[in-house]
């Protein structure tokens, strides 16, 4: 079974550029979850998917990010326009149930 | 948003067993122990979880004390790759139609396995 995959790997922007996260959940995975870790502080929940519907957008920071999740299988977070302080590493997880979730290797974004 | 008390750093010789202790005091009734683990670089890992009673799986062990106030995770022979920051945290079961998927990271506890 396919783990999570987060494309890229690593993104290098210039402030005030637009940015596009893309995340595949393992197959069959309804549950879907976006955090991400800036520097020097703990993860933080962003926002969780269920199929296609937004569960909880508790943890978007502001209205510069957008998370989508189209027909319910791999989702997208842009971010636009991208500040200096949305440097960090961005985890995207899926789960069948909500117990255990599966994260992917992440999106390293760096903002200049 | 943590509810939960680590050590923030503990180091464990190769071989031996990794002992890792987490308070979690204000823990409810229907909240469960989880622990996750991230190794460098890499996305968190699932470990384990339970609600009272201890669990054990391929990984790792989960002992609860019994008024659930404290919780320790055992790795019973350590290895160089199971260096890692490891994470306790408490959160209310799953549910059908749930919405509290959410999981609140603390600083964990930075376990260093040394040869």
């Known amino acids: 079974e396919a783990g999570v995959t987060q494309f890229p790997s690593h993104s290098v922007i210039e402030k005030g550029q637009t940015v596009t996260l893309r995340c595949d959940p393992i197959s069959g995975h309804d549950n879907l979850y976006w955090y991400r870790r800036v520097m020097g502080k703990e993860i933080k929940f962003l926002l969780h998917f269920v199929k296609e519907s937004k569960q909880d957008e508790s943890g978007m920071p502001n209205n510069r990010f957008l998370a989508e999740r189209t027909g319910g299988t791999y989702s997208t977070l842009k971010v636009q326009p991208a500040e200096l302080e949305d440097s960090g590493v961005y985890f995207c997880?899926?789960?069948?149930?909500?117990?255990?979730?599966?994260f992917g290797p992440g999106t390293r974004l760096t903002v200049t | 948003d943590a509810k939960t008390t680590q050590p923030t750093s503990m180091d464990c010789a190769e071989g031996r067993a990794a002992n890792l202790p987490c308070n979690h005091s204000t823990i409810s009734g229907n909240e469960y122990v989880y622990w996750y683990r991230q190794i460098h670089s890499q996305g968190p890992q699932y470990i384990i979880h339970?609600?009272?009673n201890n669990e054990t799986n391929e990984m790792a062990s989960l002992i609860i004390t019994e008024d659930r106030k404290s919780s320790t995770l055992i790795l019973p022979h350590a290895t160089l790759r199971d260096t890692a920051v490891y994470y306790c945290?408490?959160?209310?079961?799953?549910?059908?139609?749930?919405?509290?998927?959410?999981?609140?990271f603390g600083r964990g506890t930075q376990l260093t396995v040394w040869p």
């Open positions: 339970g609600l009272k």
């Open positions: 945290i408490v959160r209310v079961a799953s549910d059908r139609g749930s919405t509290l998927g959410r999981l609140y």
């Open positions: 997880a899926s789960s069948r149930r909500i117990n255990e979730q599966y």
